[in-house]
T-cell receptor, first 112, second 117 residues
């Protein structure tokens, strides 16, 4: 059974701080990794995708991938109250027809 | 433009009703997905259509029937549902073309909030 694990939270950080969200996955052959943000009552929104080891930066967001450790993380710099949401880690496998395995999500709360 | 649209936004139906959910994308994506999401849980995959053919059915009960009339449209036909089928139903699409960067990036629509009474 392929698994993706995240701390469920809630993770609480003060406004302006760095929020660090972590994810581990069990299938070594996974090739694609995604972070989705989901506000309460809304649908998931793709905010980052990463395919190779290292860091990928987009604005205040940085995704980090370490395939040897089967670990992917999302850093949010200068956290804002509007970043308060559930963050879903998803792992894809080309051999599974593009099927994504989702983690349970981490709830982030940014306090003003 | 990464827009996936879904109608209706909300749907209330009785257990004997037949209804359909609709999903549309105009991004030229060749894969489309149906997910079911319960509160505080991640999306749960139901069906995948790739190049208009059903490629994955995650052992979904037959009271859910998917249809892909063309590459832009995806329907989910509902019949004789149970109260436990009440959930947010999400449609997603992905490019599915031979490019390494965004091959399986999935973009979600806003969802249909379904209540079965």
């Amino acid at each position: 059974q392929k698994e993706v694990e995240q701390n469920s939270g809630p993770l609480s950080v003060p406004e302006g701080a760095i929020a660090s969200l972590n994810c581990t996955y069990s299938d070594r052959v996974s090739q694609s990794f995604f972070w989705y943000r989901q506000y309460s009552g809304k649908s998931p929104e793709l905010i980052m995708s990463i395919y190779s080891n290292g860091d990928k930066e987009d604005g205040r967001f940085t995704a980090q991938l370490n395939k040897a450790s089967q670990y992917v993380s999302l850093l949010i710099r200068d956290s804002q109250p509007s970043d308060s949401a559930t963050y879903l880690c998803a792992v894809g496998d080309y051999n599974q027809g593009g099927k994504l395995i989702f983690g349970q999500g981490t709830e982030l709360s940014v306090k003003p | 433009d990464t827009e996936v649209t879904q109608t209706p936004k909300h749907l209330v139906m009785g257990m004997t009703n037949k209804k359909s959910l609709k999903c549309e994308q105009h991004m030229g994506h060749r894969a489309m997905y149906w997910y079911k999401q319960k509160a505080k849980k991640p999306p749960e995959l139901m069906f995948v259509y790739s190049y208009e053919k059903l490629s994955i059915n995650e052992s979904v009960p037959s009271r859910f029937s998917p249809e892909c009339p063309n590459s832009s449209l995806l329907n989910l036909h509902l019949h004789a549902l149970q109260p436990e089928d009440s959930a947010l139903y999400l449609c997603a699409s992905s490019p599915q073309v031979v490019l390494p960067t965004n091959y399986y990036e999935q973009y979600f629509g806003p969802g249909t909030r379904l209540t079965v009474t």
